[in-house]
């Protein structure tokens, strides 16, 4: 399940930003590569278009509608000439035709391949806190998801470097990445008003629902914004080539009530919505993700993973929202603005597979791992967490080495009708 899209209102993360880092990437693109990644992935239904003005081979970005009439730009993209067939790549990692241009023996396909698995979440004493925590009809063990991206997290790592990756985790155990705590927000309880809504209630009432409120947003600050800023830090000092952000998904109810329903999901970044784009700090972002090149390859290895989960499971995509945006007709494969793969530099893939309160994934969890093949819901399953590290690993593996890999586009495009399912966390 995700978190995100509410750090990027919060005036903790919206200072103004420094457009500097774009200098390196500048005339690295043409201009009709610009023009599609801006309006196929990042800003579609030119969402853009009213404030970007073009001159002398650059793109002019302005804050807004207003400023692009009469103010200064925030930055300028300067394009590569038109006939210049292979502008110099700016990335900062391999791509897939990198690695397979290394030439690596059968036995070590991913050496030479830096790849950061981020456990989805912080789990422990904080399962509750971050709100990733749920025991259905309170049988069997309380599902901390953490615990679950973790322990694939694990074993996905044991299966990379044996193929010859070089592999870390974010944030290996149930201690938080960040040294903040919820209490360190305490000052800031005073942004927060008592809500108008409880304005004919006792003052009693009303004082009760601020004190938790307030105690909410602290963790929230925490949760949402510090902890998914440190394990930025983490990966951006690294830099490496490939970011998995490993997720078990969940429909809404989660917490109470069982779903029949189980589903796929693989997210890259783009598709900022209208409000996201009036935060310039969101904006900056979407020119250094633009630049930095590093959409086709997440669009490879989240095309691959669909292909293998798929096999893996046989299991249905998610429908698309305003939100969460199909790429194209592969509805497994959706783009959205997140806090990680917006903060996250390079190639970043979040894995969202199974509904964590379907009634036949709840049953594989409470089994924990083991050999082979156990029966749930009549039919004989291995464990939920070797599936996903196995199909996992096998989808690296298409994307980044195709000469071991099975023949591609074996999941079949799926109708476009298929029904939005609204995760925990959308609004
Ligand atoms: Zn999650």
């Not at 310039?280 to 390859?297: I, P, V």
Request: hydrophobic letters at 40%; glycine letters at 6%; proline letters at 8%.
């Amino acid at each position: 399940m995700l978190a995100g899209l509410l750090v990027a209102a919060l005036p903790a993360y919206a200072a103004a930003s420094d457009w500097s880092d774009l200098d390196e990437l500048q005339s690295t693109l043409t201009r009709a590569q610009f023009d599609a990644r801006l309006t196929r992935v990042y800003a579609p239904d030119g969402r853009l278009d009213d404030r970007l003005r073009e001159h002398a081979g650059a793109m002019a970005i302005f804050a807004s509608a207003a400023a692009a009439a009469t103010g200064a730009p925030l930055d300028e993209v300067f394009f590569a000439a038109p006939n210049d067939a292979s502008p110099h790549p700016a990335r900062s990692f391999l791509d897939p035709d990198d690695l397979r241009a290394l030439g690596n023996p059968s036995n070590a396909p991913l050496r030479g391949l830096r790849i950061m698995l981020d456990p989805g979440h912080i789990g422990g004493e904080w399962a509750r806190v971050e709100e990733r925590w749920f025991w259905l009809n309170r049988i069997g063990w309380p599902v901390q998801e953490a615990a679950l991206t973790r322990y694939v997290a694990r074993l996905l790592r044991a299966r990379l470097e044996a193929a010859g990756a070089e592999v870390r985790i974010t944030c290996p155990d149930f201690t938080p990445a960040t040294a903040k705590r919820p209490d360190d927000y305490r000052a800031r309880d005073s942004e927060l008003a008592a809500d108008p809504a409880y304005a004919h209630l006792p003052d009693l009432f009303r004082e009760g629902a601020l004190l938790d409120a307030r105690r909410k947003r602290r963790e929230f600050l925490f949760v949402r914004g510090a902890e998914i800023q440190a394990r930025a830090d983490i990966v951006n000092a690294w830099r490496p080539d490939l970011t998995l952000c490993l997720h078990f998904n969940a429909a809404g109810g989660a917490y109470t009530q069982s779903t029949p329903d189980n589903r796929l999901l693989f997210l890259i970044h783009g598709n900022y919505l209208p409000g996201e784009l009036n935060d310039e700090a969101q904006l900056h972002a979407l020119f250094r993700k633009l630049l930095e090149g590093s959409h086709d390859t997440e669009r490879r290895v989240a095309e691959a993973l669909s292909q293998t989960f798929f096999e893996a499971t046989g299991l249905p995509p998610c429908g698309g929202s305003d939100i969460s945006r199909p790429l194209g007709t592969n509805l497994y494969v959706q783009v959205r603005n997140l806090a990680a793969n917006r903060l996250f530099r390079g190639p970043v893939v979040f894995l969202e597979p199974y509904y964590q309160n379907n009634a036949g994934v709840y049953a594989r969890i409470q089994l924990g791992d083991y050999d082979g093949l156990r029966d749930v819901e009549n039919r004989p399953q291995p464990s939920i967490f070797r599936e996903y590290a196995d199909a996992a690993a096998a989808g690296i593996l298409r994307a980044y080495a195709p000469s071991n890999a099975p023949s591609p586009a074996t999941v079949p495009p799926p109708a476009r009708d298929v029904p939005h399912v609204k995760a925990l966390d959308e609004p």
